[in-house]
């Protein structure tokens, strides 16, 4: 029987205990010998009786850690009596960049622990949880090379540190009042407040209302009580689009519906916004006029101080930055950009090396891929060429693939904006360095005039290299399966093969080989982008009646305004055509007059969503039509529908308005799956995967789940990679992978 070996472990290995619990195990078993991180992976040498009881717990590892693969060989070199934890050494970079941790129930006893040496201090933290992404500079994860390296430890910290029964053995983020960064509390001019306890002022100062930009893990918030949401609302110029909050845990229940996985979730390590229905679809309004409310439980000891002292068990938290933009990292920077916006600042002395926004998740999908969950590790094999995807523009992030995975960035923002695309160059930058990557190809957008487009060809210029464009929803489905499937892509925008407009996709074949088989009716966009901005437009496009010029002049359109209009859309002036479902959406919105004026992204289809949910959807017609291979749904005919309904429906009435909308999701829906199901059985094809931001849309999306189930067909829905955007730059280096494998 083996008694002795070197046990090579790979996988989310640092920054969640791995030495200490390899340590403490062999002390358990009475083994001797050492432990080491070596860049992404341990090494581990060992001898004793007990050697395969102890191979059998190191497999399985601590709570954080995924180990991918243990490799023994044998040990031939002595091992010296008892068991030791060397310093890091550089190795292998397997693409182990831990994420951040919510703070562990231990590490909360401890701070309210009466008389403990953590009472009170709001960066406690153990080898269990704590900040990780947020202060990595260099891999491995060990202090020297994050933002705490500037706090030298105490001599009781350096204690726990050394101690294998303690929990902050080897613990890189190990900090106490008498060592680590603090906090301090400034007014709008930059005075500093001399008061003793700066969370207890902060606190008072939310409960009197006042607006308070707080450094937190990966960036800065804007935190106020649900009372100051209006005047919140005022100074950022954001009357519609929703704010999360952050809950004391004992009032959840009392503003959502909550799942037994969603408080899973909201409890996890990852402690994300989740999107949650509200009790009452009306409450809580100021703070989101949807039917939902995206909520996250506190995740830093500092949250839970704050808890401690309010006397509001809710907060607004929402990020500092503009929507799209990078998080806010610097004090400096925050009383810049958000002078006027907020009254006071709550900041720290820990720098922030990598920006990151709380990850966001609806019903078990990842909407923002980011704290927490991101940088993200997927094992997958897509050939020995490294690749970089420079993802889409709203909602872009970055993926890097090296030897068998794939490494998707947090969330980035929209880089149609030069600031996001400079975060974009920076988030490529570091992954490439923290993964020691030589890129060999750059895959892109096929939109010639996106900025990640020109910069992933900068990137190929600069470096030599090829590179791939790759369209929107073919990105989508090779992000969801590599396997041949039906994929039904739905969004708002994407540019397609021909130029036009796409976003309500269905495609045959598998990665890279899709080919378009179905998709939404192509319909006019009078005005381009502007009819994405006035979803009446996009009506008009859909349905170019006079009985809509009608309902349009009834809402205070002009006379010349609607010539206007007619005109582009009678001669195919200023016109893109689409298959976009999210403009279809869009349409129907307006036509119902929930929504005239886009603010925020997807505002006109999520507040339809949110009508539908009061509603009860009917069956309606559909209309298909053929043009050789090619099938498509009329949403003209749906729109029909909907106006036929709403002529016979009493002026005024919400439930026949909640019912129509109903009606409409759930056509459009069994419409798009219609498509799918006829494409599986025409070309011998058993599984159906969905991808794209309608997707988030429950209706939608579980009609669709329904059509396809019903149909016999297996329906595929990643639960890994978000839906919407934040999977182009996962599913582009798919695409490049799969495409350069089949050249070979
Ligand atoms: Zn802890
Ligand atoms: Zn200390």
């Known amino acids: 029987m083996r008694n002795r070996g070197r046990i090579i472990v790979r996988g989310i290995v640092q920054g969640v205990g791995f030495r200490p619990f390899v340590y403490a195990k062999a002390q358990e078993l009475g083994l001797s010998g050492t432990v080491q991180n070596l860049g992404s992976e341990v090494e581990i040498k060992a001898t004793g009786e007990r050697f395969l009881d102890f191979l059998d717990v190191i497999s399985r590892g601590p709570p954080l850690a995924r180990i991918d693969s243990v490799q023994v060989a044998d040990l031939f070199e002595p091992v010296g009596s008892g068991f030791t934890i060397l310093p890091s050494a550089p190795g292998a970079l397997t693409g182990m960049i831990p994420p951040d941790v919510a703070t562990c129930d231990a590490c909360i006893a401890d701070i309210f622990h009466e008389g403990g040496r953590y009472k009170g201090y709001y960066a406690t933290s153990c080898t269990n949880c704590g900040p990780r992404y947020s202060i990595i500079g260099q891999l491995p994860f060990d202090r020297e090379r994050t933002s705490m390296s500037v706090f030298p430890m105490c001599p009781a910290c350096a204690a726990e540190y050394r101690d294998p029964h303690c929990r902050r053995h080897h613990a890189q983020t190990i900090a106490c009042p008498d060592c680590g960064p603090v906090l301090t509390l400034y007014d709008a001019q930059g005075r500093r407040s001399d008061c003793c306890d700066p969370v207890r002022e902060t606190a008072d100062l939310l409960d009197a209302g006042r607006i308070i930009g707080v450094r937190g893990m990966g960036g800065f918030h804007i935190a106020c009580i649900e009372e100051s949401a209006d005047e919140l609302k005022r100074r950022l110029g954001r009357t519609e689009q929703p704010f999360a909050v952050m809950v004391r845990p004992d009032a959840l229940d009392t503003i959502a519906h909550v799942s037994d996985d969603e408080r899973d ?121 490294c690749i970089l995807g420079v993802g889409p523009e709203l909602n872009a992030n970055a993926t890097v693939y090296c030897d068998g995975f794939a490494i998707t960035s947090p969330h980035v923002g929209n880089v149609r904006n030069p600031s996001t695309l400079d975060y974009l160059r920076e ?22 005039q ?46 397609g093969d021909d130029g036009s407009v796409w976003g309500g996709e269905v495609f045959c074949g598998q990665a890279p080989d899709l080919e378009r088989v179905a998709h939404l009716e192509p319909v006019p966009m009078p005005g381009g982008d502007l009819a994405t901005r006035f979803p009446e437009r996009m009506l008009y496009g859909i349905l170019p009646e006079p009985e809509i010029l009608g309902l349009l ?58 009508a539908a949910a009061q509603g009860t959807p009917e069956e309606w017609d559909l209309i298909f039509s053929s043009t050789g291979r090619t099938e498509t749904l009329s949403t003209r005919a749906l729109m029909e529908s909907a106006l036929a309904r709403l002529r016979e429906a009493p002026a005024g009435d919400r439930r026949s308005l909640h019912d129509i909308a109903a009606s409409f999701q759930f056509n459009l829906a ?51 990679e978000p839906l919407g955007d934040g999977c182009v730059s996962f599913g582009q280096c798919v695409y490049a992978g799969t495409l350069l494998r089949q050249r070979n």
């Not at 020109?454 to 399966?481: G, K, M, N, S």
Request: hydrophobic share 40%; charged share 20%; with cysteine.
């Open 265 to 385: 979730l909201l409890n996890s390590p990852v402690h994300p916004i989740v999107v949650l229905v509200k009790r009452d679809p009306s409450a809580h309004a100021g703070i989101s006029n949807l039917h939902t409310i995206g909520c996250m439980l506190p995740y830093t000891g500092l949250h839970h101080l704050l808890f401690s002292y309010l006397s509001h068990p809710l907060l607004i938290m929402t990020s500092a930055n503009m929507p799209g933009y990078p998080m806010i990292t610097d004090i400096d920077h925050a009383m810049a950009k958000l002078s006027g916006n907020a009254d006071f600042f709550l900041t720290h002395n820990r720098a922030i090396v990598n920006r990151c926004d709380d990850s966001v998740i609806r019903d078990g999908y990842i909407i923002r891929l980011s704290r927490g969950i991101a940088p993200r590790r997927t094992a997958i094999d897509l050939g020995n060429r």
């Open 427 to 448: 988030t490529v930058a570091r992954l490439r360095r923290l993964l020691g990557a030589h890129f060999d190809v750059v895959a892109h957008d096929l939109h010639p």
């Open 670 to 720: 069994r419409g798009i799956a219609r498509l799918a199901t006829n494409a599986a059985h025409k070309n011998g094809i058993r599984t159906v995967a969905l991808s794209g931001g309608v997707a988030y849309n429950h209706m939608v999306r579980e009609t669709i789940r329904h059509e396809i189930s019903r149909a016999s067909l297996d329906f595929l829905i990643s639960r890994d």
């Open 450 to 495: 996106f900025l990640s487009t020109r910069f992933a060809q900068e990137l190929a210029d600069e470096a030599d290299i090829e590179h791939i464009p790759v369209q929107h929803h073919r990105a989508h489905i090779a992000a969801t399966t590599m396997e041949p499937c039906i994929g039904i892509a739905i969004d708002g925008v994407g540019y």
């Open 553 to 610: 002049a009834s809402k205070g359109w002009s006379e010349i305004e609607l010539g206007v209009l007619k005109k582009q859309v009678d001669r195919g002036i200023n016109v893109a055509m689409t298959s976009s479902t999210g403009r279809v959406l869009d349409a129907a919105s307006a036509l119902l007059g929930i929504c005239r004026e886009r603010t925020y992204d997807g505002e006109p289809a999520m507040k339809l969503e949110s």
